[in-house]
């Protein structure tokens, strides 16, 4: 019986411990992170747990469903994650869990998450909220025996608190897509799944365009800050996914699949459920999928909107291949 608690360090076969690998993916929402952690947890010890960052507001205070279909609180999974990790969840004060988070991972407080000495009542609430997290990572790595957790969190903070987290060796799968397609996404309204009649809120161009920039840019950072970043693009991994997937085995040291992984057939991925906390509806979707560009903003976002986009983004865009109107397929900056 695995003990309950203790930091997020994973006792191998090999009855070795060491620290848990915890592939979080980043950048911006609408860029196709549901579909990515659905095929990369997917992979040979490989574990999905959809977005962790959420786990306190949606999974622990709204009682939001699993992507497996259960309620958070009737989920077997996430059950036992919480059994090992506190001896149930209910030992845990979640709201005062959720102040914390709010009080250290956000954008804003990224300069203090770099050097969150300077402040030394941060630096406390930082340690507090890394040592919580901990003890679920090194849960959820004993619970699904996989050695290799992948989080679709996307927010930069939360991969910056990540790289904070004792026992944790973090990876980061900067996943872009075209802002122009971002944009697109989050102006139309789209109902969330687990509450009917309720929409996701909706960003304008020039909003999408912001935190386009500000989000790629602050996960391409982390590199500087010794963190290993794959960077991938949404259009490059629906066109050829078994590609994009052993590059991510590659990153890991991992042999790639000659044939791919078993899941994909031909433009199709076989989908099973898997235990994910928030993202977009298609987390529960299970069976076969079309594996396809989503590439409706090019005749569906109005003129206007689409060259503000262009100009706003115009740099960074250039440089992740998004030249002209439309992605070049393949193409990735050197
Ligand atoms: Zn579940």
Not at 236 to 258: F, K, M, T
Not at 318 to 326: H, L, V
Request: aromatic share 8%; net charge positive.
């Amino acid at each position: 019986m695995p003990r309950e608690g203790g930091s997020a360090t994973a006792r191998q076969p090999d009855g070795a411990t060491r620290p848990v690998t915890v592939l979080c993916t980043g950048g911006v929402g609408r860029s196709g992170s549901t579909l990515l952690v659905r095929m990369v947890g997917q992979l040979p010890h490989h574990v999905t747990i959809g977005e962790l960052v959420y786990l306190w507001e949606l999974g622990l205070l709204r009682d939001h469903r699993c992507g497996c279909g259960a309620q958070f609180s009737n989920c077997p999974f996430w059950s036992e994650v919480g059994r090992l990790a506190f001896g149930g969840w209910p030992a845990l004060d979640r709201d005062a869990m959720l102040a914390l988070q709010r009080s250290v991972a956000t954008t804003r407080r990224i300069p203090l998450l770099v050097v969150p000495w300077v402040v030394p009542s941060f630096r406390r609430r930082l340690d507090r909220y890394t040592e919580t997290l901990s003890r679920i990572y090194a849960a959820i790595a004993q619970v699904s025996g996989a050695a290799v957790i992948v989080d679709s969190s996307k927010h930069p903070a939360m991969l910056y608190v990540l790289r904070r987290t004792p026992g944790i060796d973090l990876r980061a799968l900067h996943l872009i897509r075209d802002p122009r397609g971002v944009a697109y996404s989050w102006s139309k309204e789209m109902e969330r799944p687990e509450r009917p009649g309720i929409t996701f809120p909706r960003w304008p161009a020039r909003t999408v365009s912001r935190r386009w920039i500000t989000g790629n840019l602050l996960v391409a950072a982390l590199a500087r800050l010794g963190v290993p970043v794959l960077r991938m693009r949404y259009e490059d991994l629906v066109q050829d996914p078994a590609g994009e997937l052993n590059r991510v085995l590659r990153a890991e040291s991992r042999r790639p699949l000659p044939d791919g992984p078993e899941f994909l057939h031909g433009d199709e991925a076989e989908l099973v459920p898997a235990h994910t906390l928030a993202g977009n509806p298609m987390r529960f979707r299970t069976g076969r999928i079309r594996l396809r560009a989503d590439e409706a903003w090019r005749s569906s976002l109005p003129a206007r909107k689409r060259r503000l986009v262009s100009t706003l983004t115009w740099g960074l865009r250039r440089y992740y291949g998004y030249t002209g109107p439309a992605p070049v397929p393949g193409r990735r900056p050197a």
